[in-house]
């Protein structure tokens, strides 16, 4: 396994936004985390990511305990978000992104290869090279923080809310694109409110509900599942 | 009658649409870019003589207080607007208690030279030897103000650095190893000297501007080289978003403490240069309002721009000073000092609000907040 959460529990002060949580994510895989607004999907991205400490429980990372890691040394273990409302830079240009996505990297020529590979996976974002983050659309701006996740060359990235606020054609786009990352070979955890798709992309989801772990499966396991669909997909 | 297609109007972009004149500096090839810099410093080396420029010159400078301490005056609130700018406007913390370091760079000076000193010793320390030790203490002061800090930003940062000030002051006001209100006298001057005098002496203080403006641009040129640096992009990032900037992997409680602690050593050097200058420090001088007038000066000049910081530093000492001396209907200007400012002021914010010489960054970021908030 990749990455194992293994009874996760994590306070916001007094409010306990997670109670045990256990997951894991295999080598190669994309796995989904799907629920409703304030389930806890992105605080478990920022249990991983190591932006907040966890109460309770422990984070194994490539076989390596990384529970009390600092958020920056596990970027340099492979660990690389694109947060939830983007965060991308609004002063620096869409190139200056990108580069602070290498932040960790020393290499010159290896930085180069991986900007020509976010290029190439997102044309627009070469043309707007010189373009301050800040003037891009949404759209634009969602696929900037994913190239520049990217940059780091992760072992596992972590997308938090890709398809938030996107048009309908945009979101397929960037779930095909996600797709099209996986199959390069990188392992991707995904926090999704658009269950619909991000379970016919994913191999494997899990369900969580205030704070818990209410249902695991591959996807289409769970697609097919009548609470789901009930819950999350808006069909009865 | 003429059949030649109508070529289009090749469109001519305007100077402004251009960069206006940072754009023209930046295409500029790198000796003239330096010519301008040498230039610019040329011209303030020789400012201690603009009065003698005819017709303008009586206009230029101060009447209620000699134009050579007025522009040391100026000095050393520029350097106080760059170490500023490097907390505020590069790294974003919003510090409202900078003048605490101006103080411990002061006091660091006072208490190893100053015969009213508890420390001092038959023979008493030199100012240049005192001047090491005193900006180690500011550095020390910026770490130990940082480390706390850390975890906080905006407004509660800036509650936490103003009471961190307020404490200096208070301290320094009512201990009597800091002497309060009576203060640290025969502070000594910088050494050297020339044909038998000694170059800084207590009459003219033009060698005191001199010595403040090279100190200036050693400071700009270490703040530039930083800035260009991997530390000024994680200082970049943690402004734009501290969260961001962690997940790309910037250890931001590092470069927080750099900033910190890279503004108090700018701060101390102004209060060292001052205490070099006055001879004399008392507790009543580090008061806050001069924090809220340095910081008032960074973001009228253009927070996160250095050229911004330099304009906005000289010209908050500047104004104060020029109205000195100069009476209407009985009354000296110099006591309307902080009104006419605050109208200065608030009609900088009115027409130019990303501040006289901005940062370009900067202005992207204020629109970008605009659009979080429009909304509600």
Known sequence: MLLELDNISLAYGRIQALHGISLTVGQGEIVALIGANGAGKSTTMRAISGLRPVSQGSIKFDGKDITRLRADLRVVRGVSQSPEGRGIFPGMSVRENLEMGAYTRRVRAEIDEDLERVFGLFPRMKEREKQSGGTLSGGEQQMLA?????????????????????????????????????????TILLVEQNAQQALSRAHRAYVLETGRIVKAGTGAELLHDPAVKDAYLGVA | MSDTAVAPAKEKATFRENGGVRGWFGRQPAWVRWAVMLLFAVLAFLLPYAGDIPVIGPQITTEGIDWPSALFNMSYYVLLALGLNVVVGYAGLLDLGYVGFFAIGAYGTALLTSPDSVLYSHTGWAWLGAAPVALAATMLAGLILGYPTLRLRGDYLAIVTLGFAEIIRIVATNTTTFRGDRGFTNVPHPPGSSGGKPIFGVTDATPYFWLGLVVIILVIFGVRNLDRSRVGRSWLAIREDEEAAEIMGVRTTKFKLWAFSVGAFIGGLGGVLFAGEQGFINSSTFVLQFSILVLAGVVMGGSGNMAGAILGGALISYIPDRLRGISLGGTDLYEYRFAMFGAVIIAIMIVRPQGLIPSRRRAMELKDREKEVAPL
Do not use: C, H, Y
Request: proline share 7%.
């Open chain 1, 146 to 186: 994913v190239g520049r996740a990217l940059m780091s060359r992760p072992k596992l990235l972590l997308l938090d809310e890709p398809s938030m606020g996107l048009a309908p054609m945009l979101i397929q786009q960037i779930f095909d694109i996600i797709v099209e990352i996986n199959q390069q070979g990188t």
